[in-house]
């Protein structure tokens, strides 16, 4: 998720009642709440880097207990107030793990249990960003704020201290994502109920948009091409009005691309990848090798993009990652 949604929900656990094991709660839990995302250092390394190691090894079970170590003592690196370990670490720890969770609900997806295993995990309910939930987080972080106002004109005194408000935050994003995964299961079960150009599926992925929770973007797979079709729940599904992507036959060009160690990082990520080529003009001749995953854009509009350039002695002379050409 997004780092506002991983921020308010650090915030909202604290008000809902975790601040009461530490002083110092507010800092922990927003720290803790955004602390798998450190990973974000190595985009230094450049975007390929990054693919590899955003949501590694700090969205992993075995390394939670450090990740949640790390607000725990940074705050109490600057603060000089009484501090209570065991409570902060323990609030650190769950606030920390709602990161996880949330990754889980989206599509890109995390890994559980790295170093041992480098398998994506992802329940494809809710988008990056959420419209919804942003917009009840904004209400429930405004709340109290609105609260205290009317009190101060009114000469009443003021005692909200917002916990109402984050207590029903936190309810509606769990009664939200079971929502999102019911209507998931529809928006699967209409994908696999129907054949595609007279081919049956052979994957197939409803991936969630920000703003409508009755509209998806379903992507199916047959033996040769991809379907993108938009699913909506409360329409009877047309499987013709998807738009059909085929798949490029296997040639020099693409087997040559598909051994460099960028088209070979690219398809550990990508679980729907399709690939094509391209003629480019100059002395040498070349042809271009693109390797789009179709969760996050199309040939007609690509993202997260390997690519290489591949001579006439079927030698690639450059390749590179870009997550939006």
Known sequence: MDPLTHTATGLFLGRAGLNRFSSQAPWILVLAANAPDIDIVTLLGGQLNYLNYHRHLTHSLIALPVIAFLPVLLVRLFTRRPFRWLGGYAISLIAAGSHLLLDYTNVYGIRWFLPFSYRWYHLDITSLGDLWIWAVFLLALA???????????????????????????????????????????????????????????????????????????????????????????????????????????????????????EFRDFFNFSQFPIERTMPVAGPEEATRVEAIDMRFGTPAQPAFVAAALINQRLQPTRAWFTFRP
Request: aromatic share 8%.
């Open 143 to 261: 709340g109290p704020v609105l609260a205290r106002l009317v009190n101060s004109e009114i000469g009443a005194a003021s005692k909200n201290s917002g916990a109402g408000f984050a207590v029903f935050a936190l309810l509606f994003l769990l009664a939200y994502d079971s929502g999102r995964a019911v209507l998931h299961s529809r928006a699967v079960a209409a994908l696999e109920s129907r054949m595609y150009a007279g081919a049956a599926p052979v994957r197939i992925a409803a991936i969630p948009g920000p703003v409508n929770p009755l509209i998806w973007r379903g992507l199916v797979e047959t033996h040769d091409s991809y379907d993108v079709a938009t699913v909506n729940l409360l329409e009877e599904f047309d499987p013709s009005r998807g738009i059909i992507f085929y798949k490029a036959e296997p040639s020099p060009a693409i087997q040559a691309a598909n051994q460099t160690p």
